[in-house]
């Protein structure tokens, strides 16, 4: 892998007493998302807030038991709920439902609205605990919109499309998707932010983006992941399907909806705008259209273009999404290697094979996997340019799963 040299762990005896396996660290409790916010609105549907996941893994893949203790803070009371684990007993990898009650049916709190007119937000926590690990809390934070009448609508979703091809198509989970429309977020544009803990923050400028199923008729509850968020602005977000959405009970074909909450106000859709796919996979182009030519570096890691194209028989770092679930197991919202990959073994790669054609022939895959600094769902291909690759603009194509978009390019010495 090109890029891969300067993310080496610092120091060459810290490598060395790893490889030597003198030194192991700790099993961990890997918990996503590190903080939850709900949001309840009478007036659209329930009493209930929509059920969020929360994932529990460990640092290591093992199975290790573990127990959860959900508190509400403030106020106190049998308010903030679990739904039911999908394992039992309950050891690790598995993931907890956790939704909220209207805070009207607790006596002596009739009003989630403070003095200044606006939504009152309430707080809980989500304790995890492992004999073999040590303890994670999860911070909850409960808002509660009253008031008669259907629900306030901000905004409206047109469309849901890859953020790399711009096609209208299946979504799989980890892929970066645009989703365009209006009233959806902030007049002036924002970027990314990162939480207290290293991942991609799923609250950006008081948007919030929900991936969520439909419940059964009569059922109580919605069951909803938020997306991490990479852009906002009142008529275009960016951010990623979260991996969460596989534990829904969805299997591909299946379809789910996506909408936008907005400072109060939300952007819905009426019916399922989102399908449910294992791959679908989209080239980034540098013209942001989704055709023409790929963002890919050379193999010295300068930019791949007309004026400095990559000789045939050399690597060329291509970057893609819509490469679906990965193993070990994508997480929602994190930056590969953020602290440094030693091996390239450690990179998280997808379930489904990858292949390449560059100018209509099979090109040799070196590597695939989730790009270094980069959110998770954000994948690098280097593929061999072949030999007798006419010089200019030659086709590329890379397949996982499926075929990629049509029309996009590398330029070819």
């Not at 590190?34 to 996941?53: E, G, N």
């Amino acid at each position: 892998m090109q890029r891969s040299q300067k993310h080496a762990l610092s120091g060459a005896l810290a490598a060395v007493l790893v490889f030597a396996g003198l030194v192991r660290a700790q099993t961990q409790l890997v918990v996503s998302p590190t903080s939850m916010d709900l949001v309840i609105d009478p007036s659209f549907s329930t009493t209930f807030s929509r059920v969020q996941y929360l994932s529990v893994a460990s640092s290591d893949g093992s199975a290790i038991p573990y127990s959860v203790d959900i508190k509400s803070v403030s106020p106190p009371g049998p308010w903030i709920l679990g739904a039911p684990v999908s394992n039992a007993p309950p050891v690790t990898p598995a993931s907890v439902g956790i939704y909220a009650a209207a805070l009207v049916s607790i006596p002596g709190v009739t009003t989630g609205i403070g003095s200044t007119g606006l939504p009152r937000p309430y707080s809980g926590t989500i304790t995890i605990t492992s004999p073999l690990a040590p303890t994670v809390v999860v911070p909850i934070i409960v808002t509660q919109v009253n008031g008669p009448g259907p629900p306030t609508l901000q905004g409206e979703i047109t469309s849901v499309l890859n953020a790399a091809s711009f096609a209208n198509a299946s979504m799989s989970p980890g892929e970066v998707v645009s989703l365009f429309g209006t009233g959806l977020g902030p007049v002036v544009p924002d970027g990314a932010q990162l939480d207290s803990t290293g991942k991609v923050a799923t609250s950006l400028d008081g948007v919030y983006v929900y991936f969520y199923n439909q419940p059964p008729q009569g059922s109580c509850c919605e069951y909803a992941v938020q997306a991490p968020l990479t852009y906002v602005s009142e008529t275009q977000i960016n951010c990623v399907v979260p991996y969460e959405i596989d534990q829904m009970g969805s299997i591909p074909g299946s379809l789910l909806f996506v909408d936008v909450y907005y400072l109060g106000a939300w952007s819905k859709s009426a019916t399922p705008n989102v399908k449910l796919t294992a791959a679908s996979p989209g080239i980034f182009a540098t013209t942001g259209t989704g055709t023409g030519q790929a963002a890919a570096l050379n193999s010295d890691n300068s930019p791949n273009t007309a004026w400095n194209p990559a000789p045939a028989g050399s690597i060329v770092q291509i970057f893609m999404t819509g490469e679906g679930q990965t193993s070990p197991a994508g997480v929602t919202g994190s930056v590969t290697c953020s602290n440094g990959c030693a091996t390239t073994s450690q990179i998280p790669k997808p379930l489904l094979p990858v292949t390449a054609f560059v100018g209509g022939q099979p090109a040799t895959v070196t590597f695939y996997g989730e790009a270094p600094e980069l959110i998770s769902g954000v994948m690098q291909v280097n593929v061999v340019v072949p030999l007798n690759t006419p010089s200019g603009a030659a086709s590329l194509s890379i397949t996982v799963g499926s075929s990629t978009q049509a029309g996009v390019t590398l330029a070819v010495k």
